[in-house]
Structures are given as C-alpha cells and as structure tokens.
C-alpha cells in the first residue's frame, strides 16, 4: 500500500502488473498500442475534442495577436535600428528600412514557430488534467483519489519536473557528444536517445494521473519500471511522433490520454471500458 505525502494511505499497489505475458517486444508494442488507444478516444469524443483543440487556439491567438503588433510597429522597429540611414537619400533610406523591417518579421516569424508548440503545452495544462481525468472516468474513476491544494500540488509538480529536465541534461550531454563517433554517432545514439526521451516523456506525462492517487515521482518511476518494455512502447512512441514539427500540439492530447490508461495498467486498474 503506498501513502501520499500527507501520509493518509491512497491506493493499493499490487506486486505485478495485469499485463499478458508476451515478451519484452509485444509488452513494447502493447505500449505503443495505448498511444493508438488515447488517440481513439480522442477522437470519438467531442468533448475531449474540444478540451484538446481549445489550447492550440488560446495560443494562436496570442500568437497572430502579438504578430500583428509586430507588424503594426515594424516601421518604427525599422528605423530605430537604423538611425545612419537618416541622411540617406529617400530611396536608400526607404530600401534598408524595407530590408530591416522584412529581418525583424522573419526573426518574429520563426520565433513564433520554436515558441508555439512550449507555449502551447503551458496553456494546455489544466485542459490536458481534465482529458486524463475524463479518461479515467470512462473506466471507472480513480481509485484512492487524494485531494491536494493547488498550491501544493503546483510546487511539487514543479519539483518533480525539474528533477527530470536535470536527468535529461545529465543523459542528454553524452548523448550529444556520442553523436560525433562515426557509424555508433549515426545509428546507435539514436535509439538510445529515443528510449531515454520516451523514458522521460512516459514520466512526465503520467505525472497528472500519478498525483491524483497522492504518489510522488518515486512511486511513478518504480511502478512503471516493473513493466518496462510497455512503457518505453508508448513514450518512444510519443517521443517520435513529437518530432513531427506541431506534432506535440496535435499529439498531445492523445498521450495524455493514454498516459491515463498506462497508469491505470502499472498500477493494476482496469483499462477495459464497462
């Protein structure tokens, strides 16, 4: 039986997961299986439909609107940085200050696309919480469920995602340097990098469902490593398809989702519906 931090116990954990003895590469397949599965409830849901796209246009939003700014001041941004062109004749003060004003909405331009996709995940937040508590009600509902104030939650959710942004600096820096040796740089590196990402991803996206059963990231971390193969299906499965360019913000719903039902899968809980 393990306890939430205020030491009020919350959910039995039995000694092994129900998952079928398939070996390492079905249990691995198994995993990506519950990406696909997150994904089908997404989809034939409208409500989580909406729960999910909300985000993204919260976010395009302050995106048009701050690119809009940038072009409404362009001109002025323009001739700020350029002050020699001043005493220029008419045309070539007119040709740089085009030339400027065209750099700054480039720059804006491709900040807005490296940005979205982060800023999109913040706003998403709570809307993501509320797919993976909708999922689990659909199975039904969450056994040993704790009530945590939202400050407290919010500081140690806080904690336990720096723990994992330092584990994926500590991991990735080899990587990265790794990535120079010919042929291992090339193919091996790689599959590393994509188990160690999907690794962290599975984490982190199984934080929400984790904290409302009162466990901690050590509680996480062990519980999904009794089934590690399944784990790893579903967050390098995750891990690739966020390498799509937008595809966390397509993506992200259907693996928060499925994070929901991995969760309830390493911790012994129905994921059958009805």
Same mark, same amino acid.
């Given at each position: 039986?393990?306890?939430?931090?205020?030491?009020?116990?919350?959910?039995?954990?039995?000694?092994?997961?129900?998952?079928?003895?398939?070996?390492?590469?079905?249990?691995?397949?198994?995993?990506?299986?519950?990406?696909?599965?997150?994904?089908?409830?997404?989809?034939?849901?409208?409500?989580?439909?909406?729960?999910?796209?909300?985000?993204?246009?919260?976010?395009?939003?302050?995106?048009?609107?701050?690119?809009?700014?940038?072009?409404?001041?362009?001109?002025?941004?323009?001739?700020?940085?350029?002050?020699?062109?001043?005493?220029?004749?008419?045309?070539?003060?007119?040709?740089?200050?085009?030339?400027?004003?065209?750099?700054?909405?480039?720059?804006?331009?491709?900040?807005?696309?490296?940005?979205?996709?982060?800023?999109?995940?913040?706003?998403?937040?709570?809307?993501?919480?509320?797919?993976?508590?909708?999922?689990?009600?659909?199975? =039904? $509902?969450?056994?040993? *469920?704790? %009530?945590?104030?939202?400050?407290?939650?919010? /500081? !140690?959710? &806080?904690?336990?995602?720096? +723990?994992?942004?330092?584990?994926?600096?500590?991991?990735?820096?080899?990587?990265?340097?790794?990535?120079?040796?010919?042929?291992?740089?090339?193919?091996?590196?790689?599959?590393?990098?994509?188990?160690? =990402? $999907?690794?962290?991803? *599975?984490? %982190?996206?199984?934080?929400?469902?984790?904290? /409302? !059963?009162? &466990?901690?990231?050590?509680? +996480?971390?062990?519980?999904?490593?009794?089934?590690?193969?399944?784990t790893l299906g579903f967050g390098v499965?995750?891990?690739?398809?966020?390498?799509?360019p937008l595809g966390a913000v397509l993506?992200?719903?259907?693996?928060?989702?499925? *994070?929901?039902?991995?969760?309830?899968?390493?911790?012994?809980?129905?994921?059958?519906?009805?």
């Amino acid at each position: 039986m393990c306890r939430s931090p205020l030491g009020s116990a919350v959910v039995n954990v039995p000694s092994n997961i129900t998952a079928p003895v398939t070996g390492a590469v079905g249990r691995f397949f198994s995993g990506v299986g519950l990406l696909l599965r997150g994904l089908g409830l997404y989809v034939r849901s409208p409500g989580l439909m909406l729960l999910g796209i909300v985000p993204a246009l919260l976010s395009g939003a302050l995106f048009v609107g701050a690119f809009a700014t940038l072009v409404y001041f362009v001109d002025d941004l323009a001739a700020l940085v350029t002050p020699f062109a001043d005493d220029w004749s008419a045309t070539a003060r007119g040709l740089v200050r085009v030339i400027a004003g065209l750099a700054f909405l480039g720059v804006g331009g491709l900040l807005g696309v490296l940005t979205f996709t982060a800023v999109t995940l913040v706003i998403g937040d709570p809307f993501y919480e509320k797919i993976s508590e909708r999922v689990e009600e659909r199975y =039904g $509902g969450t056994p040993g *469920a704790v %009530e945590v104030p939202f400050w407290s939650s919010l /500081r !140690r959710s &806080l904690v336990d995602s720096l +723990r994992l942004v330092a584990i994926s600096v500590l991991v990735g820096i080899p990587l990265f340097a790794a990535g120079f040796i010919p042929v291992v740089g090339q193919t091996v590196v790689p599959v590393i990098g994509a188990a160690v =990402g $999907g690794w962290l991803l *599975a984490l %982190e996206l199984t934080g929400a469902p984790f904290s /409302r !059963r009162g &466990l901690r990231l050590p509680d +996480r971390r062990a519980r999904l490593k009794v089934d590690r193969p399944t784990t790893l299906g579903f967050g390098v499965a995750v891990f690739v398809c966020f390498l799509i360019p937008l595809g966390a913000v397509l993506i992200m719903p259907a693996a928060v989702a499925g *994070a929901a039902l991995l969760t309830r899968r390493s911790l012994g809980q129905s994921i059958e519906e009805g």
